[in-house]
């Protein structure tokens, strides 16, 4: 299967904890990756592999797998987190790349 | 830092040809896969299709008979081409490294870094 399903809208309280989720079959044995996305700006990788951060995303950001579902958690959402994020994998074949649908964050 | 710069034609006609390059500075192109992504106005995220190190490619199921993509070792860089172009292959289009692996039954496979997007336009 090559399909990521991702929520179209999460919101949170400022400061407090959300988790964006996005499932496939394909996540049974790939992890996840995570992208944030600013309105007019390229994406930008927040997670990837089993729970890592790229140097310069805050600890706020981390991931998880369970069977066919990853799940990016912020935890103390901030203002300038409001974006949409975006998970990534490959198919079970490892030869096509799928995206999630995308989920939009908004900070109330 | 690897850093991915592009450049290519930012407005075509319909049935014209997309052509977009990708240079790597930083960094050689040897052990990643270099990938083409594009995104509609106000849509997500679309995989075109990537060419890694040895020159294999592979390609989105629903743009591969229109997709090509090459790579110059000796410039350092990769390119797109996309045949017979409409009005809904007008998308940002963006550049990225790649590198899957697996170990231990897991695999993982990441984009980083993202070139700048272009903003390729379809219009008669």
């Known amino acids: 299967s090559s399909e990521l399903t991702q929520d179209p809208a999460v919101s949170v309280a400022l400061g407090q904890t959300v988790r964006i989720t996005c499932q496939g079959d394909s996540l049974r044995s790939y992890y996840a990756s995570w992208y944030q996305q600013k309105p007019g700006q390229a994406p930008v990788l927040v997670i990837y592999?089993?729970?890592n951060r790229p140097s310069g995303i805050p600890d706020r950001f981390s991931g998880s797998n369970s069977r066919n579902t990853a799940s990016l958690t912020i935890a103390g959402a901030q203002a300038e987190d409001e974006a949409d994020y975006y998970c990534n994998s490959r198919d079970t074949s490892g030869d096509l790349v799928v995206f999630g649908g995308g989920t939009k964050l908004t900070v109330l | 830092q690897v850093q991915l710069q592009r450049w290519g034609a930012g407005l075509l006609k319909p049935s014209e040809t997309l052509s977009l390059t990708c240079a790597v500075y930083g960094g050689s192109l040897s052990g990643f896969y270099w990938n083409w992504i594009r995104q509609s106005p106000g849509k997500g995220l679309e995989w075109i299709g990537e060419?890694?190190?040895?020159?294999?490619?592979n390609y989105n199921p629903s743009l591969k008979s229109r997709v090509t993509i090459s790579m110059d070792t000796s410039k350092n860089q990769f390119s797109l081409k996309l045949t017979s172009v409409t009005a809904a292959d007008t998308a940002q289009y963006y550049c990225?490294?790649?590198?899957?692996?697996?170990?231990?039954?897991?695999?993982?496979?990441?984009?980083?870094?993202w070139g700048l997007g272009t903003l390729v336009t379809v219009s008669s």
């Open positions: 060419i890694n190190h040895s020159g294999r490619t």
């Open positions: 990225a490294r790649d590198r899957p692996n697996c170990t231990g039954g897991w695999c993982c496979s990441w984009f980083d870094p």
């Open positions: 592999g089993k729970n």
